[in-house]
């Protein structure tokens, strides 16, 4: 068992990682509206790049700290019944909502994201929303990598809350 969460340790370590580096993906976003708006309305000049970047980057951003905020138990709950649960039976409604929606979910949508990212490797994918047309496939890429991070973080919740059902708190 100690191997067990050695490796979860792991991957809770590598989630947390990766969540708190994206998290100054938030610096070069602030810099990019703040550019586009002195630009845009100081000197009237527009760019063709900057909302490019920013859905890139505010994108990445997004994704890449999921398996953060899960690691984290940040993420927003309903929490109506679940709060009157006792630690056990919290493990159980998370055992059995994992096994009969979240993996089925996974199974269906991370090929499809993978997919996604090879054929925009495959064409050298470019944007068409502005004029600028820079390359995506670098970015389109982030999502599966960060999506098959979240599902680490996910059998490790899961994992964890097996132990809690099987032996309580």
């Known amino acids: 068992m100690i191997v067990i969460e050695r490796i ?3 991957i809770d370590f590598i989630c947390i990682w990766v969540g708190k580096l994206a998290a100054y993906l938030v610096l070069l976003l602030i810099v990019a509206v703040v550019y586009e708006v002195i630009s845009r309305y100081v000197f009237n000049e527009p760019t063709i790049w900057s909302f490019e970047i920013q859905r890139m980057v505010g994108g990445s951003l997004f994704v890449l700290v999921l398996a953060w905020v ?3 138990k940040g ?6 019944l679940y709060q009157l649960l006792s630690p056990r039976g919290k493990a159980i409604l998370d055992v059995v909502l994992t096994l ?3 993996f089925p979910l996974w199974i269906l949508v991370l090929p499809n994201l993978v997919e996604w990212a090879q054929n925009s490797w495959a064409i050298h994918e470019r944007s068409s929303i502005s004029a600028w047309r820079n390359i995506i496939y670098p970015f389109k890429t982030v999502a599966p990598i960060a999506f098959i991070l979240l599902a680490r973080a996910m059998v490790t919740t ?3 809350d097996l132990k809690t059902v099987f032996r309580g708190k």
Do not use: A, P, Y
């Open 100 to 102: 009969l929606i979240v």
């Open 75 to 80: 993420h927003i709950r309903v929490d109506l």
């Open 158 to 160: 899961f994992v964890r």
């Open 8 to 10: 979860l340790q792991g």
């Open 70 to 72: 899960l690691v984290q």
